[in-house]
């Protein structure tokens, strides 16, 4: 699968590992940064992530901060973007299945990365339901 996947400082280090696993099972990742730990700004990898995900240069996108809230917000601001923050499998799974997210968003500072691993496992082996749940999200 294609992913794109973003980060701020307070991310970098999850990010590192993220972008190993996926590698490691066979995905393409596009790396919009940043790749130091120098303090950044995270709305802007936000919008790479998103404006990627948007212009379908990538399926899926995640996004690592420190809580992983702000990511979430600057992320859903953007038309066509679903991003669902999760700290465990299960409402990263429900994500993908009910509300169709095209981002996951992570908190480095909220979760260790094996949760982390596990999340993303959960969230990209899940495909959308569809039916009522697509009715649900074209009314927003
Ligand atoms: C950066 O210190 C921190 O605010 C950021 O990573 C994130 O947690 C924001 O929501």
Do not use: Q
């Amino acid at each position: 699968m294609k992913l794109v996947i973003g980060c701020d400082h307070g991310g970098l280090a999850l990010k590192n590992v993220v972008v190993d696993y996926l590698n490691e099972n066979g995905h393409e990742v596009l790396n919009m940064g940043c790749d130091t730990p120098d303090s950044v700004d995270y709305p802007v990898f936000s919008e790479a992530v998103c404006l990627a995900v948007m212009d379908g240069r990538a399926e899926l996108g995640i996004l690592i901060c420190g809580t992983g809230i702000g990511m979430s917000m600057a992320a859903n601001r953007h038309a066509g973007i679903r991003a669902a923050l999760c700290h465990e499998s299960f409402t990263a799974r429900l994500s993908r299945e009910h509300n169709d997210a095209n981002v996951l968003c992570l908190g480095a500072r909220v979760i260790g990365a094996g949760v982390a691993l596990e999340i993303v496992r959960a969230w990209l082996t899940t495909d959308f339901a569809g039916g009522r749940h697509l009715r649900r999200i074209e009314m927003f």
